[in-house]
T-cell receptor
Framework: IAGITQAPTSQILAAGRRMTLRCTQD?????MYWYRQDLGLGLRLIHY???????GKGEVPDGYSVSRANTDDFPLTLASAVPSQTSVYFC???????????FGPGTRLTVL | GQNIDQPTEMTATEGAIVQINCTYQ??????LFWYQQHAGEAPTFLSY????GLEEKGRFSSFLSRSKGYSYLLLKELQMKDSASYLC??????????FGAGTTVTVRA
């Protein structure tokens, strides 16, 4: 793989189910981010990690959790999905907090 | 919190010039980014300004005035492939990015 990948590409999920969105990068970037993108609202930061072993809350963290066990992977978990979490989710990475972010292809999630 | 404003839509003719404005109010400032996003795809990096002035990169230029909380992205010699959404993003004092809602540019023949 080259760059940053996300899985699944799309998912339809029943409300109340648990779901983990996967994100992997092979650029050895220290910082990783999760955003959601909704029409008219732009990209909003959910959680971020400046380096492996650390995580932080973004603008809209409620209902989501993350972990950063190693440099390459940054999974996002919805413990109990709700319809308002229907969105397109983008993972991004940067080699430091000082540089531009590279985005994955996105996961389109629908919660019914 | 952050407040980043940019127009919702703009339309221009192939070969023309379009200027997309972005105004911002943020807690701390550590640079302004412009990203391009085609429909159904991921955002891709276009430009970065941290000091006042103009940064030119081929057909695209970006300008920043920190005292006015203002930036613009200038697209010259428009091509059909430039039809996309353009996202203004400001990096705050904690080095996190906040994005505007995006400007959809439609290029017509």
């Amino acid at each position: 793989i080259a760059g940053i990948t996300q899985a699944p590409t799309s998912q339809i999920l029943a409300a109340g189910r648990r779901m983990t969105l996967r994100c992997t990068q092979d650029m050895r970037h220290n910082a990783m981010y999760w955003y959601r993108q909704d029409l008219g609202l732009g990209l909003r930061l959910i959680h971020y990690s400046n380096t492996a072993g650390t995580t932080g809350k973004g603008e809209v963290p409620d209902g989501y959790s993350v972990s950063r066990a190693n440099t390459d992977d940054f999974p996002l978990t919805l413990a109990s999905a709700v319809p308002s979490q229907t969105s397109v989710y983008f993972c991004a990475s940067s080699d430091s907090t000082n540089n531009e972010q590279f985005f994955g292809p996105g996961t389109r999630l629908t919660v019914l | 919190g952050q407040n980043i404003d940019q127009p919702t839509e703009m339309t221009a003719t192939e070969g023309a010039i379009v200027q997309i404005n972005c105004t911002y109010q943020t807690s701390g400032f550590n640079g302004l980014f412009w990203y391009q996003q085609h429909a159904g795809e991921a955002p891709t990096f276009l430009s970065y300004n941290v000091l006042d002035g103009l940064e030119e990169k081929g057909r695209f230029s970006s300008f920043l005035s920190r005292s006015k909380g203002y930036s613009y992205l200038l697209l010259k010699e428009l091509q059909m492939k430039d039809s996309a959404s353009y996202l203004c993003a400001v990096r705050d004092g904690d080095y996190k990015l906040s994005f505007g809602a995006g400007t959809t540019v439609t290029v017509r023949a």
